[in-house]
Structure formats: C-alpha cells, structure tokens
C-alpha cells in the first residue's frame, strides 16, 4: 500500500481508504488518492465499484459506513 | 480527500478543546492510556497534548508491534534470512529493529537476500516468481496486519505454492492491557483502544476493562478530531461515573468486528502458550502461531532457528516507557545516546514509538505551553 515516511505499516494505523475501481475475482483495483493498488478481497465480498473500502498490507479490512 | 478532511477541522478541534476545559474538573487529573502507537503520532504530530487542558494526561500504551518485539526474535529472523536459499520479506518497518546481530538492514549489508514489501501477497508473488528460492514473511503486527498473513496463506495453500511461509509474530491487544491493568501502583483512568484493530476484532475484548477494573474505553480512529471527540467521551463518562466500551470510529469499526477476517484467524492460527514482550515479559496466551496442519507454511516449523533471548540494553528504558510509567524525555538516554538516527530502544527506532513521536515533534522535554481554547 501507498504509505508515508512518518507512518508504519506494521501497525495497522495506517490503513487507508480506498475506492473500488474494478473488481477480478478476489482481488479489487482500488484508487487511493489518485494511485491504483490491487488488494485481496475476501473479508469483504461481495465488493462494487465505487464502494469505499478501509484497506491495509494489501487486503480489504473491512467496509467503510458514510461518515456520521 | 474525503474521510480525512474533515477530520482534521481546525473549527472544530477547537470547538472539542473548549468543551473539554468546561468539562474537565480543575486539579483532578485524567490519565488516559492511547493504547496504540499510531494514537501518539497523531498527538503530538497535530499538538493534540498543547490544546487539550493540564488535568488531561496523555499516557502512551504497547500497541506499537515493532517496539514490543523482544531481541532474540530479530536475530531469528537475521538467522532465516542469512541462509542462502531464503528471500527474506519484510514490512520497511522492522529493518532497522536492533537484535543482538544488530539489524535485518546490517544483514542485508552483509549479503542476506533481505527485501522489503508492503503486504504478504507480494511476498507470495515474490515466491510464484522464484519456485527455486524460500520466500519467507516477516508477520508481525497485531490483529490489524494478522488478516493479511491469514488470507496470503490460505492463497498459498490454496494454489499449492510450497516455497513460501510465514515467521509468524502475531500478537493479540487484550493480554498485554490485563497485564497492565494488573501492574502493581497502575494509574491510569481510561483507555482510547485502537481503531483499526477493533475493525478486525470489535469492541467486544474490551468489555473487560469497564466490567471488571471499572475503566472507561473509548475506541476511536486516527485523525485528530477522533481523538480529540474520543477524549471527551472519555471525560464525559469519567465526570459522570460512567464505565463503558464507547464506539467513537462508527464508520468503520462494528461490535463485532469483521467476523470474515476472526474466521480467517482461527482457521489460519491458534494461541500460543505465552510469548516474550519487550517491555512487558512473558504474557500467557499473546501471540498467534500457524496451526499445525499449516505447518508446510511456517516458517518455524519448517527451519531452524537460534531461540536465544537477549536482555535489552541495561541504559534502555523502552520497558517502562511501554507501559507508560514513564514519559520519554525521562529516559536516561533519550535524544542523546538514542534517536531516530541511531536508536538503542524499539520505542525509538519505529515511527509509531512513543519515543520517536515525541523526538521527530520538538519534545525533547516536557512542555505544557498552550494556547488559551
């Protein structure tokens, strides 16, 4: 995942939010701030396009609930 | 960019940090334990500390991986990766961690296939691309980052990839919070537990700190306006007696977490007996192992590996820094034998450290300058 120098990726608070572009089977293309990253899936099938997605190390944590 | 935005409202920290002065009682002071090492960063990154009013302490907790490593499990690692046959994978993170054979980055120096990656499935591409070479995964981190090695080795299973494993130093967030709320002389008043783990495991494990040491917890996420609404949550219940898990990080984090991902543990990995946490010694039932029947995936199983445990260097304070009995600068080596740039302690050499948080943003003493709410 796109991540700065100040955060660290072993600590999972640099998870980033991500949008769903194209899906291929358990992996999804996703933009992060303009870039694209592929990223594993499979806790958070079924996924559509243009669904928000709370992503770290390369997977998909979890769906994100529009903000309150 | 949208869910960050408009979390880092200036009007709004300031409307929260005038609520908090009206809320907080003037010469009673709050200790409230950021248990995650990403929770100080944004403290002292956003002057979180200099707007909140005196009576409330920020205490910083373990939940930065790197700083809780213990030695002797780099120098496993420098050990995995020195062998010829191995391609050593690695979050950027843990490269500069000093073991007793100094870091994976001095191994690299010296020759070891050392690589970094920002998740395990490149690790498992790494391995589909060289079938000749042993990719192994340096899994660290806590119930955020388990997932990620979860599902890359049920892939690598899956696809029957055999030359690929995990060295696996998962550990689990409620253990290492019971052994601090045991410590003897404990003072902290309540939690803000971790975001991005509680996406993973819910706000269940955290019951037992309200229910049974009657502490307040607030789970919150990462931008400054989350703490700082998690902190006044965490007053409010405090001022009115109140002892409960509150949910501050609603859009992302459910009661029950992410049941796919706790499946994806439990079908992946089991408990260990007890593990070694720098800072805080052996706690029963805190770190995660591959279950046997994946054994062919682990990296443990399937190499030898030194298991010698090292004391830390005797001028290191990181131990009582991690359980935040003292503050940094009170460190007797802090900003001075040890920085960023030569780090004797863990809590130094992670960005997420507390000791680092505090060097990289001017704290190199404690100061309470503010600007009037």
Same mark, same amino acid.
């Given at each position: 995942? +796109?991540?700065?120098?100040?955060?660290?990726?072993?600590?999972?608070?640099?998870?980033?939010?991500? +949008?769903?572009?194209?899906?291929?089977?358990? +992996?999804? +293309?996703?933009?992060?701030?303009?870039?694209?990253?592929?990223?594993?899936?499979? /806790?958070?099938?079924?996924?559509?396009?243009?669904?928000? /997605? /709370?992503?770290?190390?390369?997977?998909?944590?979890?769906?994100?609930?529009?903000?309150? | 960019?949208?869910?960050?935005?408009?979390?880092?409202?200036?009007?709004?920290?300031?409307?929260?940090?005038?609520? #908090?002065?009206?809320?907080?009682?003037?010469?009673?002071?709050?200790?409230?334990?950021?248990?995650?090492?990403?929770?100080?960063?944004?403290?002292?990154?956003?002057?979180?500390?200099?707007?909140?009013?005196?009576?409330?302490?920020?205490?910083?907790?373990?939940?930065?991986?790197?700083?809780?490593?213990?030695?002797?499990?780099?120098?496993?690692?420098?050990?995995?990766?020195?062998?010829?046959?191995?391609?050593?994978?690695?979050?950027?993170? &843990?490269?500069?961690?000093?073991?007793?054979?100094?870091?994976?980055?001095?191994?690299?120096?010296?020759?070891?296939?050392?690589? &970094?990656?920002?998740?395990?499935?490149?690790?498992?591409? #790494?391995?589909?691309?060289?079938?000749?070479?042993?990719?192994?995964?340096?899994?660290?981190?806590?119930?955020? *980052?388990?997932?990620?090695?979860?599902?890359?080795?049920?892939?690598?299973?899956?696809?029957?990839?055999?030359?690929?494993?995990?060295?696996?130093?998962?550990?689990?967030?409620?253990?290492?919070?019971?052994?601090? #709320?045991?410590?003897?002389?404990?003072?902290?008043?309540?939690?803000?537990?971790?975001?991005?783990?509680?996406?993973?495991?819910?706000?269940?494990?955290?019951?037992?700190?309200?229910?049974?040491?009657?502490?307040?917890?607030?789970?919150?996420?990462?931008?400054?306006?989350?703490?700082?609404?998690?902190?006044?949550?965490?007053?409010?219940?405090?001022?009115?007696?109140?002892?409960?898990?509150?949910?501050?990080?609603?859009?992302?984090?459910?009661?029950?977490?992410?049941?796919?991902?706790?499946?994806?543990?439990?079908? *992946?990995?089991?408990?260990?007996?007890?593990?070694?946490?720098?800072?805080?010694?052996?706690?029963?039932?805190?770190?995660?192992?591959?279950?046997?029947?994946?054994?062919?995936?682990?990296?443990?199983?399937?190499?030898?590996?030194?298991?010698?445990?090292?004391?830390?260097?005797?001028?290191?304070?990181?131990?009582?820094?991690?359980?935040?009995?003292?503050?940094?600068?009170?460190?007797?080596?802090?900003?001075?034998?040890?920085?960023?740039?030569?780090?004797?302690?863990?809590? &130094?050499?992670?960005?997420?450290?507390?000791?680092?948080?505090?060097?990289?943003?001017?704290?190199?003493?404690?100061?309470?300058?503010?600007?009037?709410?």
């Amino acid at each position: 995942m +796109t991540v700065d120098a100040e955060h660290c990726i072993t600590c999972g608070d640099i998870a980033v939010t991500a +949008t769903v572009v194209h899906v291929d089977g358990a +992996t999804a +293309t996703v933009d992060v701030d303009g870039a694209r990253e592929r990223v594993g899936i499979e /806790l958070v099938e079924p996924v559509a396009v243009g669904e928000q /997605l /709370l992503c770290h190390a390369g997977i998909a944590l979890q769906k994100i609930a529009d903000a309150p | 960019m949208r869910f960050v935005d408009e979390f880092r409202s200036g009007e709004l920290a300031q409307k929260l940090a005038h609520e #908090l002065v009206t809320l907080v009682e003037p010469g009673r002071t709050m200790k409230l334990m950021e248990v995650c090492g990403g929770h100080t960063h944004t403290i002292y990154k956003h002057g979180i500390e200099d707007l909140v009013p005196p009576e409330i302490d920020f205490v910083h907790g373990p939940g930065c991986p790197v700083c809780v490593i213990p030695m002797g499990r780099v120098d496993d690692a420098i050990a995995l990766a020195e062998r010829p046959e191995v391609i050593f994978t690695t979050f950027g993170d &843990m490269l500069r961690v000093p073991g007793g054979r100094g870091s994976l980055l001095e191994a690299k120096a010296r020759g070891a296939d050392v690589r &970094m990656v920002y998740s395990p499935l490149d690790a498992l591409e #790494l391995a589909r691309r060289n079938p000749a070479r042993e990719v192994i995964f340096f899994a660290i981190g806590f119930e955020t *980052t388990a997932p990620s090695t979860a599902v890359t080795v049920l892939r690598a299973r899956a696809e029957g990839i055999r030359n690929f494993s995990a060295f696996c130093n998962h550990v689990t967030i409620g253990p290492p919070l019971k052994a601090i #709320l045991d410590s003897p002389g404990l003072q902290i008043d309540a939690f803000i537990a971790p975001g991005h783990v509680s996406t993973v495991v819910g706000t269940r494990p955290y019951d037992f700190i309200a229910r049974d040491y009657g502490k307040p917890v607030v789970v919150t996420a990462f931008e400054p306006i989350d703490i700082l609404h998690a902190t006044v949550m965490l007053v409010r219940q405090l001022r009115e007696g109140r002892c409960e898990v509150e949910n501050q990080y609603t859009r992302v984090v459910r009661r029950d977490g992410n049941p796919r991902a706790i499946a994806a543990l439990e079908e *992946t990995m089991e408990l260990r007996d007890t593990f070694e946490w720098r800072g805080l010694g052996w706690i029963a039932h805190s770190a995660l192992k591959l279950r046997p029947e994946l054994a062919d995936w682990d990296a443990e199983a399937r190499f030898e590996l030194p298991g010698t445990r090292i004391e830390d260097p005797k001028a290191c304070q990181c131990g009582e820094v991690l359980i935040g009995a003292i503050k940094p600068w009170e460190c007797k080596v802090f900003g001075t034998a040890c920085t960023p740039e030569r780090p004797i302690g863990t809590c &130094m050499v992670s960005s997420e450290g507390a000791c680092a948080a505090y060097y990289n943003y001017g704290r190199l003493q404690r100061r309470r300058d503010r600007v009037p709410a």
